[in-house]
T-cell receptor, first 112, second 113 residues
């Protein structure tokens, strides 16, 4: 099994629909992150969580929400998807003391 | 100006060539990651550096903290090295009660047989 698993890997949806991207990890890391990647731009942080009770906004959190259901699970929701949320989304986990960083395979979202 | 700049943006090479990708940053950092992203999207961390040099197989990463610069070298490049290489710097932002990764936009490498 992959260390970090994202579902779905691909999703096409329509404007206004609610979408959830799920992430689970087997590394036992406390830290989990959601990023989006757009052509020509570096990965940008949407939300991050340092433990189940600690959720923080990143640089581009507007239009997104998250839920840390357990140490191993961190989901990203788009309550009402819009076309400029079309992007490749990555979940990542990290460990502060070792600096380890693991990424999921990415979820490609297209909003029509 | 981006806080993390990579050069070149695109790089083509013949198999066997020595490759260098550069990363410069403008913030004080605690560590730097070199990441590899293959077509299809998956991202893998190759190295994490806070000083000096690390080597793994044909890959070598160096960092100069004083000059705020890191390089990734690939010796004897191979077509399977074709990927996007991303530099990410890791710094503490205590006023925001966080530490943050800032990513470069990546260097696209193509190695031809």
């Amino acid at each position: 099994d992959a260390d970090v698993t994202q579902t779905p890997r691909n999703r096409i949806t329509k404007t206004g629909k609610r979408i959830m991207l799920e992430c689970s990890q087997t590394k036992g890391h406390d830290r989990m992150y959601w990023y989006r990647q757009d052509p020509g731009l570096g990965l940008r942080l949407i939300y991050y969580s340092f433990d189940v009770k600690d959720i923080n906004k990143g640089e581009i959190s507007d239009g997104y929400s998250v839920s840390r259901q357990a140490q191993a699970k961190f989901s990203l929701s788009l309550e009402s998807a819009i076309p400029n949320q079309t992007a490749l989304y990555f979940c990542a986990t990290g460990q502060e003391n070792t600096g380890e960083l693991f990424f999921g395979e990415g979820s490609r979202l297209t909003v029509l | 100006k981006n806080e993390v700049e990579q050069s070149p943006q695109n790089l083509t090479a013949q198999e066997g060539e020595f490759i260098t990708i550069n990363c410069s940053y403008s913030v004080g950092i605690s560590a730097l990651h070199w990441l590899q992203q293959h077509p299809g999207g998956g991202i893998v961390s190759l190295f994490m550096l806070s000083s000096g040099k690390k080597k793994h197989g044909r890959l070598i990463a160096t960092i100069n903290i004083q000059e705020k610069h890191s390089s990734l070298h690939i010796t004897a490049s191979h077509p399977r090295d074709s990927a996007v290489y991303i530099c990410a710097v890791y710094f503490s932002a205590p006023l925001e009660n966080t530490d943050k990764l800032i990513f470069g936009t990546g260097t696209r490498l193509q190695v031809f047989p």
